[in-house]
């Protein structure tokens, strides 16, 4: 977000794209396979308990989602209705074919 707002305005960007791509690895990602997995790579559980003690639920922040499109639409909302981005600022959703590189916009009155 820091480099979106510094973008906007010290540089004069006026549109922001989102752009998703198909075939994404996040999606289906697993909370607990991952948090398995840092424990393996010797993250200390003392670690983990802390980010949980500051207020992050890891559980949603590292489980991955399951619509491409609907994963896009979030973020172009969390981006449009930050409280510092300024209103006329446009934000786009758009999903990249990973195998073809076509670009499709996302229709927002879904």
């Known amino acids: ?9 010290e540089l004069g960007v006026n549109e922001v794209m989102i752009i998703g791509h198909t075939g994404c690895g996040v999606q289906g990602m697993n ?17 983990i308990s802390l980010m949980r003690h500051c207020g992050i639920d890891l559980d949603t922040w ?6 491409t499109e609907a994963a896009v639409l979030e973020t172009v909302d969390l ?7 300024p209103k006329d600022v446009v934000v786009k959703g758009y999903i ?9 916009p996302i229709n927002e009155n879904r």
Do not use: C, Q, W
């Not at 590292?62 to 619509?67: T, V």
């Open 62 to 67: 590292l489980h991955g989602f399951d619509d």
């Open 31 to 47: 909370a607990k396979e991952m948090l398995h997995l840092m424990k393996e790579r010797g993250i200390d559980e003392e670690h």
């Open 1 to 9: 977000m820091r480099s979106l707002l510094i973008a906007i305005y």
């Open 96 to 104: 990249i074919e990973t195998h073809t590189g076509e670009v499709m």
């Open 79 to 85: 981006v449009r209705n930050h409280p510092l981005m």
